[in-house]
């Protein structure tokens, strides 16, 4: 593989938060539009190295590029170049729908010529061109989660970081969701996700798995089956994460 | 008697109708499962069967006692856990424990025997203040709370959200533990893998019980043909070009397959000719809980 196709590489990542080992000498790198699914068990270390990998958070050791920027000294070339939704928080409930997209896309210093025209596009490609001015706080959540995955992509960022997107939501807007996920994907945006769901495991095109700080596990998920001798990714993932702590 | 009757429970926020016409039944010693996603109604019709919210009409009985005129004795029978974690976060686990235990008129000795598979998991930590500690030790501890006075009805909203497959496992293995010492078991979920785990469920959408059956019967709601469609490269170019079909109904991603109904089954040899042209092998199989939760949506 080019160097030049890795839109993320680690090497080598440690972050300690004093005695406590969080990420043990992590190394992975990420293809250009690849869908990666990024699983653990709870506290395994995942949100402490997508927060590294966000600029958020300094790494103590290890040499790290996202987006081709320095995780060191390039942190705030990093955060205008992805994206981040999570399903705790992503959307202002008191502001309307066109006025989320406004704020976000604002933030990335977008020109408002070009808000107001990737605004009317995007709300005619959700079907949103009638509730354009509803309070977010009145939206269904299947509605408000896309939503918030178009506003986490709407600056077109290299990568975007998915954490548990699609907790709660029923079957139907989880498999929504997962498709406009494999459409991003195409137009060349990279895809970090995470979630608890094991069946999305089987929609990346590369899963690693994180067990007591260091990757336990990382290949397709075809490879990863048959490796395990198991039917499906749960069976990949209980067989991985029981033998953590 | 059934230990659980709830009958025609509706309840409205204003103009949103949160539950509509709600009623079953759980057996002493059942784990009785509801399914739905966020918004579906499920921690309103808890906090009804808790006596922490009334109903606009309807009845709730639990062990005999009415939640409304003899909420409690109601609250003394039942142990709730609600989905935000509402434990004191500013006392210890230990004090937490003994704290509940103190209102229920009991001590954490007496009902021991009961939490001690859970609580063993956190005594290490039980001088550490309940708000200090992670995601799993935190439901731990909720449960040991909601159990400590050994109520007949346990009632948990969502105690598996956010967790991950291996600590998932794990807490349901305990739920069976406890239902083997008599007591019964109401429980939401937002995952429908889960249900295999319970001894009935209901699947909850929009305020409403679309269907209630044992998990190994539940796809019996199901009438159509489906087929899983296993693809030699991409599921989801797959889908795309299945939804240009004429024939094509329905088609959703499962994993590295899709689903698929076609809209008569006249139109089966044209489909098989289609899946033949394109190398896809073909097989008819039995719904699963998420193709039948997706059928019912279409209907209610």
Known sequence: ?245 | MPEVIVNSINKSYGALKALKDISFQVEKSEIFGIIGPDGAGKSSLFRILVSLLLPDSGTVSLSGFDVVQKYKEVRKIVGYMPGRFSLYQDLSVEENLKFYATVFGTDIQENYDLIRDIYIQIEPFKKRLAGKLSGGMKQKLALSCALIHRPQVLVLDEPTTGVDAVSRVEFWDLLHKIRNEGITIIVSTPYMDEAARCDRVALMQKGEFMGINSPSEIHKSFKKILYELIPDESAYKLLMSLRNEKWCENAWLFGQSVHLTINSTKEEDEFLLYAKTNKISVRRITAGIEDTFMELMKNS
Request: proline share 2%; charged share 25%; glycine share 8%.
């Open chain 1, 1 to 245: 593989m080019e160097r030049s196709e890795n839109i993320i590489e680690v090497k080598n990542l440690v972050k300690k938060f004093g005695d406590f080992v969080a990420n043990d000498n992590l190394s992975f790198s990420v293809k250009k539009g690849e869908i990666f699914g990024f699983l653990g068990a709870n506290g395994a270390g995942k949100t402490t190295a997508i927060r590294i990998l966000c600029g958020l958070s300094f790494p103590t050791s290890g040499e790290l590029n996202v987006a081709g920027f320095n995780a060191y000294t390039q942190r705030e070339q990093i955060k205008r170049n992805i994206g981040y939704m999570s399903q705790k928080f992503s959307l202002y409930d008191d502001l309307t729908i066109v006025e989320n997209i406004r704020f976000y896309a604002g933030i990335y210093g977008i020109n408002s010529k070009i808000i107001e025209s990737r605004t009317n596009e995007l709300l005619k490609t959700l079907g949103f061109e009638d509730i354009r001015n509803r309070l977010i706080r009145d939206v269904p959540l299947g509605w408000k989660q896309k939503l918030a995955f178009s506003v986490a992509v709407f600056h077109k960022p290299s990568i975007v970081f998915l954490d548990e997107p699609t907790g709660g939501v029923d079957p139907v807007t989880r498999r929504q969701f997962w498709e406009m996920i494999n459409e991003t994907s195409q137009s060349g945006i990279t895809i970090f996700v995470t979630t608890h769901y094991m069946d999305e495991a089987e929609y990346c095109d590369r899963v690693s798995i994180m067990v007591d700080g260091k990757i336990a596990a990382l290949d397709t998920p075809q490879n990863l089956k048959k490796i395990y001798n198991v039917g499906d990714m749960n069976g990949v993932f209980l067989t991985l994460a029981r033998g953590g702590k």
